[in-house]
Nanobody, 120 residues
Framework: QVQLEESGGGLVQAGDSLRLSCAAS??????MGWFRQAPGKEREFVAT????????LYANSVKGRFTISRDNAKNTVYLQMNSLKPEDTAVYYC???????????????WGRGTQVTVSS
């Protein structure tokens, strides 16, 4: 069993930066990632990274602005978010699983989420 706890969300202005963290307990997962869900919308993929950090995937909407990274010694994954836009406003969920993927159903474990609000 893996438990995930996100932190780092908050209210910022457009153009600002935030760094989300997700601390995992239990056995390390091969893939860790982030999804987000805005009110009235489906949960959407943001980024995912493999255990060695050699492989990562990004949604087109965040490519070039967000960077995912992980520290295996701390069993923690990060999401550095730069140049934030109002459309980035959502609850951000940390996830862990066996393989890199962009669909939620592939991942086995989920955190409770952290709110990110970007004002214009």
């Amino acid at each position: 069993q893996v438990q995930l706890e996100e932190s780092g969300g908050g209210l910022v202005q457009a153009g600002d930066s935030l760094r989300l963290s997700c601390a995992a307990s239990g056995r390390p997962s091969n893939a860790m990632g982030w999804f987000r869900q805005a009110p009235g919308k489906e949960r959407e993929f943001v980024a995912t990274i493999g255990r060695s950090s050699a492989n990562s995937l990004y949604a087109n909407s965040v490519k070039g602005r967000f960077t995912i990274s992980r520290d295996n010694a701390k069993n923690t994954v990060y999401l550095q978010m730069n140049s934030l836009k109002p459309e980035d406003t959502a609850v951000y969920y940390c996830t862990a699983g066996s393989i890199l993927a962009t669909t939620p159903r592939v991942f086995d474990f989920w955190g409770r989420g952290t709110q990110v609000t970007v004002s214009s």
